[in-house]
């Protein structure tokens, strides 16, 4: 298994930046991608930014496309969520997750963090 810890949300006004981070531990040679997701109240979780875990790849959704950016550090067993000019619907509790192959569902999940932007 893998180990998760978010970290790096909090309260910002709109239009301004956070950095969130996802610390793996455990059997981190078993991760294939990490992703970030995230779930406001009363709504689905849904997909930010996904990354390859021994490549590059990135995936977006249109909803962050060109205000966040999200990278890695193997070294560290980390990886990292920029995020810019945010707004008020960006509000949500932030999670990372691990799947193990391109089969698999994202089945380890840290516990998330909480970010919120005010208007």
């Known amino acids: 298994q893998v180990q998760l810890v978010e970290s790096g949300g909090g309260l910002v006004q709109a239009g301004g930046s956070l950095r969130l981070s996802c610390a793996a531990s455990?059997?981190?040679?078993?991760?294939?991608?990490v992703g970030w997701f995230r779930q406001a109240p009363g709504k689905e979780r849904e997909s930010v930014a996904t990354?390859?875990?021994?490549?590059?790849?990135?995936y977006y959704a249109d909803s962050v496309k060109g205000r966040f950016t999200i990278s890695k550090d193997n070294a560290k067993n980390t990886v990292y969520l920029q995020m810019n000019s945010l707004k008020p619907e960006d509000t949500a509790v932030y999670y990372c997750?691990?799947?193990?192959?391109?089969?698999?569902?994202?089945?380890?999940w840290g516990q998330g963090t909480q970010v919120t932007v005010s208007s």
């Open positions: 997750a691990v799947k193990k192959t391109v089969y698999s569902d994202y089945d380890n």
């Open positions: 455990g059997r981190t040679f078993i991760m294939y991608r």
């Open positions: 990354i390859s875990w021994r490549g590059d790849n990135t």
